[in-house]
């Protein structure tokens, strides 16, 4: 029961309380407490995949965090929000709207590394206080931009080339990427105003919605006491990672944190497996394997 299971968080819920599902479903089945946390938080107004590792998996909850992410999302024209999407109060509007030519020249612009300003509605600190909380307090919040990476963004295309009452993306994204921010700046670029009204995560690190399942299927299989069916292995977080098979001694000596010497491996990290046991993540320098993460398996 070392892994993942891959929710598709409807809206609504947050990413807590999606961790918070799954162990409900752990103990209805029957097994073991064990440590279960989400590899990504996804706001109650997003759905879409939401990685959840159980056991030692958590140890690869962080790795998740830092990995790429690609989203759909809907941008409604002629109306900024103070939260940057339909929840929020209406703080500007304009009588602009942009064509779908408009929008796909925009977003070369949007495209690569670029400065991103994080929404006042959102999780980052402000002199030890959340910015959202400032925010709600009616303080006046104003984040410093940050680097992130559009690796890349494309338009659903229109039907006609009439001005858009809205226009729906793609986006694969770094992490740290607030596509609220992204929305608010490609209205602005088009010389308009808009905001989010639709988010769905489609891609977090190396999992899609076709390893997602629903809630309604957890609760399915928790009762039927098959949850094993839904779990995806520990190493299926680390697809982007070679292998590196242990001989006989090395695993026990990984296990109590020793570094192997004289290794072959080109430098990098990798899974090291004893058998199809996996023993660590470790990192290959000039000939030397060192522990990143071990597994207690």
Do not use: C
């Not at 030890?128 to 307090?137: H, V």
């Not at 988010?199 to 190396?206: F, Q, Y």
């Not at 990098?268 to 071990?294: C, I, K, M, S």
């Amino acid at each position: 029961m070392h892994g993942w299971i891959i929710l598709d968080k409807p809206l609504g819920l947050g990413s807590t309380q999606g961790v918070g599902a799954v162990k409900r479903a752990l103990r209805q089945a029957g097994y073991p407490k064990l440590k279960v946390g989400h590899g990504g938080t996804l706001d109650p107004l997003a759905s879409g995949v939401l990685p959840v590792a159980v056991g030692e998996a958590t140890k690869l909850a962080g790795r998740m965090l830092d990995s790429d992410k690609v989203y759909d999302f809907t941008v409604v024209f002629g109306a900024e929000t103070d939260t940057l999407d339909g929840e929020g109060r209406v703080v500007e509007t304009s009588d602009g709207r942009p064509t779908i030519m408009a929008v796909q020249n925009a977003l070369a612009d949007f495209t690569g590394p670029i400065q991103q300003r994080p929404p006042a509605y959102s999780a980052l600190k402000v002199d030890g206080e959340r910015a959202y909380d400032l925010a709600r307090a009616g303080e006046a919040v104003e984040l410093a931009p940050r680097a992130v990476t559009i690796h890349s963004l494309t338009a659903q295309p229109a039907i006609s080339d009439a001005p858009l009452a809205s226009a729906t993306f793609t986006a694969h994204v770094s992490k740290g990427t607030y596509i609220r921010s992204l929305a608010r700046d490609i209205a602005r670029a088009l010389g308009t105003v808009g905001h989010v009204t639709m988010l769905r995560r489609t891609k977090a690190g190396p999992f899609t919605l076709d390893h997602a399942i629903s809630l309604d299927k957890l609760a399915d299989a928790a009762m039927a006491r098959t949850l094993e069916d839904l779990f995806l292995p520990l190493r299926a977080g680390l697809d982007d990672i070679p292998a590196l098979s242990l001989a006989p001694g090395q695993a026990g000596a990984l296990r109590q944190g020793r570094v192997l010497t004289g290794h072959a491996a080109d430098d990098g990290q990798y899974f090291a497996l004893d058998g199809d046991t996996p023993v660590a993540l470790v990192e290959v320098l000039g000939g030397n394997a060192r522990v990143v993460r071990g597994f207690n398996l």
